[in-house]
């Protein structure tokens, strides 16, 4: 059972255009959702991270949009570019219990 | 600082071969895991450590086992090799701290087995 889905699986976007990638999940009882980001050939490194107890949260040009009543949350990259191409993962976890993933979205920004 | 550091980062075994693979952590982390990476799949949770000398089984356990006799080190054992092990494999570390939720992950280890 897939505990979060995550849409597209692939993702092709024009330099300087807005990325999204979307998650659902469907424990309420998950209270962390990470966003990983991975380049090829590396491992999955953290990118940005959310609590429940907030709507919106923004780092550069990167923001998480989430939905408690819909179980939903997203990836924005605003100003999209080549350098951001990589496979991003959303993920959620409960307190100590392993981090459930997403499938994975890979993004190309193309110029 | 190394961070999370596992070799060897490429393999390639025959069907029916056995081997190891080695993670270490210099970050005093309490918690590790080990993830397979295949196309389409995402990251599958194999196995995980909640501590010293404790393992348990995530999502993909079988035919892989694992032991953590040292904190900074988890390994990761194919005790008779399948195809269907062909995979990039991850190990990650984490603090154990609930206010902070980040994964340290390694660079991954490429194993082919044909």
């Known amino acids: 059972q897939q505990q979060v889905k995550q849409s597209p699986q692939s993702l092709i976007v024009q330099k300087g255009g807005i990325s999204i990638i979307n998650c659902a999940y469907e424990?309420?009882?998950?209270?962390?959702f990470p966003w990983y980001q991975q380049f090829p050939g590396k491992g999955p490194a953290l990118l940005i991270a959310?609590?429940?107890?907030?709507s919106e949260k923004k780092e550069g040009r990167f923001t998480i949009s989430f939905n408690k009543s819909a179980k939903q949350f997203s990836l924005h990259i605003m100003d999209s570019q080549p350098g951001d191409s990589a496979t991003y993962f959303c993920?959620?976890?409960?307190?100590?219990?392993?981090?459930?993933f997403g499938k994975g979205t890979r993004l190309s920004v193309i110029a | 600082n190394a961070g999370v550091t596992q070799t060897p980062k490429f393999r390639v075994l025959k069907t029916g071969q056995s081997m190891t693979l080695l993670c270490a952590q210099d970050?005093?982390?309490?918690?590790m895991y080990w993830y397979r990476q295949d196309p389409g799949m995402g990251l599958r949770l194999i196995h995980y450590s909640v501590g010293e000398g404790t393992t348990a089984k995530g999502e993909v356990p079988d035919g892989y086992n694992v032991s953590r006799l040292k904190k900074q080190n988890f390994l990761l054992g194919l005790e008779s090799a399948a195809p269907s092990q062909t995979s990039v494999y991850f190990c990650?570390?984490?603090?154990?701290?609930?206010?902070?939720?980040?994964?340290?992950f390694g660079e991954g280890s490429r194993l082919t087995v044909l």
């Open positions: 970050m005093n982390h309490e918690y």
């Open positions: 959310i609590r429940p107890d907030v």
């Open positions: 993920a959620a976890v409960s307190g100590n219990t392993p981090l459930v």
């Open positions: 990650a570390s984490w603090v154990g701290n609930a206010n902070t939720g980040e994964l340290f």
């Open positions: 424990n309420t009882a998950f209270d962390y």
